[in-house]
Every structure is written in structure tokens, then in C-alpha cells.
């Protein structure tokens, strides 16, 4: 005689799936905002970056700093001796640290955006 099937108090491995399925597919759409976030960010910031860079080249501050005493210094220290570079450089990774805060927000995670 078979056994008859229990009705509670058992591991359901097929609702288990069902559960970890939804909570997924309830995800997707954060994680892709998320990612939007970043591409949309990271174009932006190297916009600004090229900018900045640009502005500090027009009013010569590479041809400034990088004559006198603290010439050499400088243009050690600096992307390709340019220190207009190296200005854009800091701004853009100031920029991607808000927005990578600002995608991990999106995200919705309780743990990280507390």
C-alpha cells in the first residue's frame, strides 16, 4: 500500500522555486536601472572630465604649472605631464563615486541603503 501524502510540514521544493523565480523576476527591473545609472553616469562624468580639461587647457594651466621649480613635480605626477588631465582625471572619479551611490540606491537593497 502506498503511502498517503502528507499535507503539511514538509519541504515544498517546487513553491521554494516558484518564490526564489518571482523575487527574481521581481529584480530585474533594479538592476537594470541600475545599469543604466552607471552608463548614463560614467558618459556624463567623461563629458565633464573632457570639459574641465579643456577649459583648464585654453587658459594655460599646463604651460603654469608645469614651468618652475615645481615644474618638474608636477608634470611627474600628472597623466602625460598635463596636469588639466590630471584635474579631469579627479573630477570624473568624484563624479562616479555619487554615481555609484546613486545606482546602489536604485537597487533597493535595505542592507546597503540603510
Known amino acids: ?3 498517503a501524502p502528507s ?3 514538509g519541504f515544498d521544493i ?3 522555486l516558484q518564490n526564489a523565480f518571482t523575487t ?3 529584480y ?5 536601472g541600475a545599469l543604466l545609472v552607471l552608463i548614463i553616469g560614467y558618459i556624463i562624468a567623461r563629458l565633464i572630465r573632457a ?3 579643456k577649459l583648464l587647457r585654453k587658459v594655460r594651466v599646463d604651460e603654469k604649472l608645469t614651468h618652475g621649480k ?3 613635480y608636477v608634470a611627474r605626477f600628472s597623466p602625460q605631464g598635463k596636469p588639466s588631465q ?3 582625471l579627479v573630477v570624473q572619479y568624484v563624479l562616479m563615486v555619487f554615481v555609484i551611490v546613486s545606482a546602489v540606491g536604485t537597487l533597493n537593497i535595505p542592507a546597503v541603503t540603510g
Not at 28 to 32: A, M
Open 28 to 32: 530585474v527591473p533594479n538592476v537594470i
Open 14 to 16: 517546487l513553491q521554494s
Open 51 to 53: 570639459g574641465i580639461s
Open 70 to 72: 615645481g615644474g618638474e
Open 86 to 88: 590630471l584635474v579631469g
Open 24 to 26: 527574481f523576476l521581481n
Open 1 to 3: 500500500m502506498p503511502a
Open 7 to 9: 499535507s503539511g510540514g
